[in-house]
């Protein structure tokens, strides 16, 4: 098994970024394709971004292409994920996640809020 928790959430003005991180403990986190997923009030869970046990391939969600990176470090058991040009439809709670690959996720940590102010 695999514990998360997330981190690095705050509010933050349209246009501004954050990195969120989530830090992994139990079994090693290489053995695990790491995500990133978001809910927003009233809305259902949302698939945002992806990346492979190496690191070597991501996927993300259209509505985060090219202003959402993800990555990791295995060495530090770590998985990033890189906000740009936050707008207010990203105001979430942002959940990390780890799986066998990156289309199936059996771990999840406790969330972090982002609040973007427009």
């Known amino acids: 098994q695999v514990q998360l928790v997330e981190s690095g959430g705050g509010l933050v003005q349209a246009g501004g970024s954050l990195r969120l991180s989530c830090a992994a403990s139990?079994?090693?986190?290489?053995?695990?394709?790491g995500g990133w997923f978001r809910q927003a009030p009233g809305k259902e869970r949302e698939f945002v971004a992806a990346i492979t046990r190496s690191g070597a391939g991501t996927r993300y969600a259209d509505s985060v292409k090219g202003r959402f990176t993800i990555s990791r470090d295995n060495d530090q058991n770590t998985v990033y994920l890189r906000m740009n040009s936050l707008k207010s439809e990203d105001t979430a709670a942002y959940y990390c996640?780890?799986?066998?690959?990156?289309?199936?996720?059996?771990?999840w940590g406790q969330g972090t809020q982002v609040t973007v102010s427009s």
């Open positions: 996640a780890a799986g066998n690959d990156v289309f199936a996720f059996n771990y």
């Open positions: 139990g079994r090693t986190f290489s053995s695990y394709a």
